[in-house]
């Protein structure tokens, strides 16, 4: 008998693989066919997704002088950035069940770049909030990224690959914190703009980026090892999915891990959504130096939400499920005590360093939260319902 992960010499895989051809190894610096130029793909699509939907937050500042937006609209905005977040990732689950993540995938980032560059259109507050909730839909390819990474890579490692795919992807929330600024400045300076006509033509970055990582989805992506997408086998899931939400949404762990990762992811996109208006409004830098600072926080991602699915591992190798519960709860508590801090502190320099900290370790909480996951339910839907409720209500 051959053992449970192996590595066949006839195999054309470059990598070892278990009996279902998934690899049973993560190589980051591999782009090999098809395991990890999957991981590639789906990590730089999702990340071209984040640095879409949080294009517009660094330009607040500018936008809401332009379009005359009141706290209230702006506040709206952000809800109804959330709002389609929610609708966009309950259907995307079935979606990939029905026509493959590589599908799924990379047609919802063809058909959303156009919204972020409708952005540049906007010319009321009303239509500024329409497009604000079609570009939420971004987002929902983190859920299908994470059913990707789950259809190339064996139970040993696609934890520590969702990890990854997820903290490299969510750096394009920090990353477009530095860059749109930059490309606003870059357009005022060479061009001789007005600045009503640069943060429209700023949005051409995002539209034409995110376009491209779709394109390449669809071009080189793999549903699995060794083929694309069963629509014979998508069907039998589909039958499948109402039983599997009940079943989630029946389990109260899943509800108390929702109500965790809420109170993290969610309090990392709120961050990411106010955080350069925060700095440009309260210590009075310019748009380009709030940016800056802002990136930082997104930026931790590289290596902050990793880092808490290894120390989740670790925590769990030595103390049991007792050791990723108290790491959860550890690294959770001093980031709500480093939210707390950042809203008193009343110096620039003070709030930049407590906002890193906090950064990495509400990031890190994530992580954690995803090394548990898998011990409750492996497809437990209800996380991610009640995160996304709780997210919508409470931001």
């Known amino acids: ?225 060794s083929s694309n997408h069963n629509t014979k086998r998508g069907t039998n899931r589909k039958e499948s ?8 949404l029946s389990n109260y762990r899943g509800w108390v891990l929702g109500l965790l990762y809420a109170s993290s992811f969610g309090v990392e996109l709120t961050m990411d959504n106010i955080i350069a208006e925060y700095f440009y409004d309260r210590f009075g830098v310019n748009v380009q130096t709030a940016g800056t600072i802002a990136a930082c926080f997104g930026m931790a991602n590289v290596f902050s939400r990793p880092m808490g699915g290894v120390m989740s591992d670790r925590m769990g190798k030595r103390f049991g499920m007792r050791g990723r519960l108290w790491g959860v709860w550890a690294v959770q508590t001093v980031a709500g005590l480093l939210c707390v801090l950042l809203g008193r502190v009343d110096s620039l320099w003070s709030s930049v360093l407590v906002m890193c900290c906090f950064s990495v370790f509400v990031q890190a909480s994530s992580g954690l939260i995803f090394g548990v996951v898998p011990f409750v339910s492996k497809r437990l839907a209800a996380i991610f319902l009640f995160h996304q409720i709780y997210i919508f209500f409470f931001n």
């Open 1 to 225: 008998m051959q053992p449970e992960h192996y590595f066949s010499e006839k195999s054309s895989f470059p990598v070892a693989v278990d009996e279902d051809d998934k690899a049973t190894e993560f190589r980051p610096l591999s782009a090999a066919r098809p395991h990890m130029l999957t991981f590639h793909l789906a990590w730089l699509n999702l990340f071209s997704c984040f640095f879409s939907t949080f294009s517009i937050p660094p330009l607040l500042p500018i936008i809401r002088e332009d379009l005359k937006l009141t706290a209230a609209e702006i506040g709206a905005a952000g809800t109804a950035s959330f709002a389609g977040s929610i609708f966009s990732r309950l259907l995307m689950g079935p979606t990939c069940d029905l026509v493959g993540p590589r599908i799924a995938s990379g047609t919802l980032s063809l058909l959303t770049a156009p919204i972020i560059l409708a952005t540049s259109l906007a010319s009321t507050p009303a239509s500024f909030i329409a497009i604000r909730f079609l570009v939420g839909f971004c987002l929902a390819n983190f859920v299908s990224s994470q059913f990707w990474m789950s259809s190339m890579f064996c139970g040993n490692v696609v934890g520590l690959v969702n990890g990854v795919v997820a903290g490299w992807a969510n750096v394009g929330s920090g990353v477009t914190q530095l860059v749109m600024p930059g490309v606003y400045s870059l357009f005022i300076s060479l061009f001789n703009l007005p600045s009503s006509t640069a943060w429209r033509l700023s949005f051409i970055i995002p539209a034409i980026f995110q376009a491209t990582t779709g394109t390449l989805v669809l071009l080189y992506g793999q549903d699995l090892p």
């Open 241 to 248: 999915v109402f039983v599997v939400v009940l079943r989630g």
